[in-house]
Structures are given as C-alpha cells and as structure tokens.
C-alpha cells in the first residue's frame, strides 16, 4: 500500500528538476564568469567576452530565482487544493444519512437530492427488532409484576396467535388519573411480522 503521509509530503526544492536545472546552469555561470575575471585580470579576455560571462551569470541568477519562485507557488497551491480536497472529502461524508440503530424508516421528511440545513430531520427510524410493549396494569397488580417474567399477547392483525415477550420494565409510579402503572416489556420479534 502507498504511505499517506509520505504522500503528503512536499519534495524538497533541490530534488525538483527544473530548480536542479536552472542551479546547475547558475553554478555554470559562475565557474565561468570566475574564469573570465581570472583571464581578464590577466589582460588575456577582451572586455566583450567578458561582459558576455557577466550577464549571463545576471541571467542564470535571475533564472535561479525564477524556478524557485515558480515551484514555491505550486507548492502554496498544491496545499490550497489538498486542504480544499480534505474540507470536501469531509462535506460529503457528513453527507451520508446514518441511523444510531438498525430498523426501518417509518416516516420521511425530505427528498433524494434535496438540499437541507444541518440538524434538520430527514426520517424517523423504528427498531424492528427487538419490540417494546407498552402496556398499563391496573395499580391491584402492582405487587404480581416484575422484571424479566414473561409476557403473552395478542394483536388485532393476528386473531387467535399468541405472541411471547419478558417484563423489562416497571415503573415505580402509579397514574393518578387512571389509577394504573406503565410496563414495558421487549418481544422477539425476528420474523418482523409484528409492527412497530
């Protein structure tokens, strides 16, 4: 596999081909233009030629700085582009719709290809599996109902068929109103026939 983060990291200038370029005809000029001062200190170069050496050691300077330049741009860009690559890689994957359980959509709040704010509700989610029963007992029974004893019903959508499920909660509390107290109880149901 290629290591990311030597992916990311940025040669450095004296590795990249067009600044070895222009540094080996920079170091040419000078070797050069070091020679011509010899010889004409020496009266053995006309002031021509050696004028010549100077300004093309000015030019390999100039284009010295010129590669350097050049490459010191497309780095800032290429680290433009890969923050903006970065910050949109992240966009879309806040974009993937995640449900915090496993179930079905119930209800649906918006449209494929819509655009929406964050935070804003796209669906409603409902565990299949397993069910919550939420029933109310008549407060005479308080004393019979517990934690993990096991439930029967039945549902209107299946006359005659019972249906198993173990007490998983009961509360404390009795409804002043209707004189009953809420059970809850969670029911098995793998054959997803029973809906939430």
Do not use: C, W
């Not at 690559?85 to 995640?98: G, I, M, S, T, Y």
């Not at 004393?143 to 019972?162: D, H, K, M, N």
Request: glycine content about 4%.
């Amino acid at each position: 596999g290629i290591d990311k983060s030597q992916d990311k990291q940025l040669p450095p200038d004296e590795q990249i081909a067009s600044i070895r370029q222009a540094s080996a005809n920079r170091g040419d000029a000078r070797a050069t233009f070091a020679r011509a001062q010899q010889l004409q200190g020496q009266g053995l170069m006309a002031k021509s030629d050696y004028d010549t050496a100077e300004t093309r050691l000015k030019v390999a300077e100039a284009n010295y700085q010129a590669a350097l330049d050049t490459v010191h741009s497309l780095k800032a860009s290429l680290q433009d582009r890969r923050a903006s690559h970065e910050l949109a890689q992240k966009k879309v994957a806040d974009a993937v719709v995640r449900a915090p359980v496993a179930g079905s959509v119930s209800e649906r709040f918006v449209q494929p290809g819509e655009f929406i704010r964050e935070n804003t509700p796209v669906a409603t989610i409902v565990q299949m599996q397993p069910l919550k029963l939420k029933t109310a007992v008549q407060e005479k029974f308080a004393a019979l109902i517990t934690p993990g004893q096991a439930v029967q019903f039945s549902v209107e959508a299946f006359p005659g068929r019972v249906f198993d499920g173990k007490v998983a909660y009961v509360s404390p509390a009795v409804d002043q109103a209707t004189r009953t107290f809420a059970v809850e109880a969670l029911v098995d149901n793998s054959s997803r026939q029973l809906k939430p």
